[in-house]
């Protein structure tokens, strides 16, 4: 079975601390529920969250959706997001399948990263890996005004901000997440190409701004 991997990259620097990492707590936990009843989801998506502050860590491996546990989120320290870029892409050289010329492998990766803040390493490293690395989407989430929306820029072209990291903006945010997720199963299961441009996925919510 071919599996399209999704990959969950969230800041957890100390700046989301409070109302902001409540509701990315719970708006993983909706995402994961809406996505367990949709079939294609269930049968085609497997699901990884990387966290970040003053390090980067993959809490949950590339795990089937009915298998994904919430591991447990706090927030604190800087924001090492060029550590989390690389992880990222040593995850995805290590986790996906590549297709060999008897087999086809994995689908290409969704990447969904939200950052409220601006990077405290040297970043630009973890950018170098990241762009080497196959990935079929990158979605980059501005979380509040203290994010440089210019330095997402670098990372993917497709980039949405959002006004505030409020608890009913941020779960505006992961509910599209979800749609998406659901989206790209369906073009899959369906025989269709991967999801490649933000104009293939559902529009987003009044909360979620495109940055163009």
Excluded: H
């Excluded at 509040?144 to 006004?163: E, M, R």
């Amino acid at each position: 079975m071919r599996r399209l991997p999704v990959y969950l990259v969230l800041d957890t620097s100390g700046s989301m601390s409070g109302e902001p990492i409540e509701a990315v707590k719970n708006g993983v936990q909706v995402l994961i529920s809406t996505l367990r009843q949709d079939p294609y989801a269930l049968e085609t998506a497997f699901l990884s969250l990387i966290t970040f502050d003053s390090d980067a860590r993959q809490l949950v491996p590339l795990t089937d959706l009915s298998s994904f546990q919430m591991p447990e989120i706090k927030a604190s320290g800087g924001t090492s997001l060029g550590a989390a870029l690389q992880l990222v892409s040593d995850s995805i050289n290590r986790e996906v399948a590549k297709s060999t010329p008897d087999v086809k492998g994995d689908w290409k990766p969704l990447v969904f990263l939200m950052t409220d803040g601006i990077p405290t390493d040297t970043w630009q490293n973890g950018l170098n890996a990241f762009q080497n690395t196959k990935i079929g989407i990158t979605v980059a989430c501005a979380a509040g005004n203290g994010a440089d929306v210019s330095l997402l820029k670098q990372i993917t072209n497709t980039v949405v901000s959002l006004d505030t990291a409020d608890a009913a903006t941020i779960k505006a945010f992961f509910k599209w997440v979800s749609a998406s997720v659901s989206t790209g199963s369906q073009k899959v299961e369906g025989g269709e190409k991967e999801v490649a441009g933000l104009n293939e996925l559902p529009p987003p919510p009044p909360e979620v701004n495109i940055v163009v």
